[in-house]
């Protein structure tokens, strides 16, 4: 069974620093991974997926992750933080030998940025 | 703008009403899917239908109903609702069927309070 763990339920950084959120899955075999962003009050939106290609993704509003098999990590990063950047974000799996690519979502880091 | 539409916004009803949510998916994607977003629950997957037909079918209530009409729009049917129904309920539209990794695109959601 396809599962994913977000650590830290809020993250807080200062304008221009960098973001770092975490997620780690478990999945029985190389996995499809994304991250979502939700701002208030909207749905979400794709930041970027992983399907098997590049381990490094790129995604949009200078946000990337890369998937590291050995650590069953897929950790969202940015270099440097905008007060834009606040907003929730979900890590979702999905397992493709479970027969269904229906994503399994953590349970989202909300981003804080200071001024 | 995903291009996904949900009526309404807000709902505001009683316990044990029923209620109907309603989701038009972008131009061309022929999968519908249906999500509840809750403090206490984060993001769950309720059901999916691709193209008429239930392809999928995750942690939805015996309560809970859904379709999807021939001209692609669904409809997901509460009733006999409940204090803990009280949620943000998504949908999400992708181009197949959900059998291999498909973007999602999140309508803005129904936030529904049951008093």
């Known amino acids: 069974a396809q599962s994913v763990t977000q650590l830290g339920s809020h993250v807080s950084v200062s304008e221009g620093a960098l973001v770092l959120l975490r997620c780690n899955y478990s999945?029985?075999?190389?996995?499809?991974l994304f991250w979502y962003v939700q701002y208030p009050n909207q749905g979400l939106q794709l930041l970027l997926k992983?399907?098997?290609?590049?381990?490094l993704v790129k995604g949009i509003n200078g946000f990337e992750a890369e998937f590291k098999k050995s650590e069953t990590s897929f950790h969202l990063t940015k270099p440097s933080a905008h007060m834009s950047d606040a907003a929730e974000y979900f890590c979702?799996?999905?397992?493709?030998?479970?027969?269904?690519?229906?994503?399994?979502f953590g349970r989202g880091t909300s981003l804080i940025v200071h001024p | 703008d995903s291009g996904v539409t949900q009526t309404p916004k807000h709902l505001i009803t009683a316990t044990g009403q029923r209620v109907t949510l309603r989701c038009s998916p972008r131009?061309?994607?022929?999968?519908v899917y249906w999500y509840q977003q809750s403090l206490d629950q984060g993001l769950q997957f309720l059901i999916q239908?691709?193209?008429?037909?239930?392809?999928a079918k995750g942690n939805i209530l015996e309560r809970f109903s859904a379709q999807q009409f021939p001209d692609l729009h669904s409809e997901l049917n509460l009733s006999s609702l409940e204090l803990g129904d009280s949620a943000l309920y998504f949908c999400?539209?992708?181009?197949?069927?959900?059998?291999?990794?498909?973007?999602?695109?999140f309508g803005p959601g129904t936030r529904l309070t049951v008093l």
């Open positions: 999400a539209s992708s181009r197949t069927g959900g059998r291999v990794a498909d973007t999602q695109y």
């Open positions: 999945s029985s075999v190389p996995p499809y």
């Open positions: 992983y399907t098997s290609a590049a381990t």
């Open positions: 979702a799996v999905s397992d493709p030998a479970g027969g269904s690519y229906i994503p399994t």
């Open positions: 131009s061309g994607d022929l999968s």
């Open positions: 239908y691709y193209n008429g037909e239930e392809r």
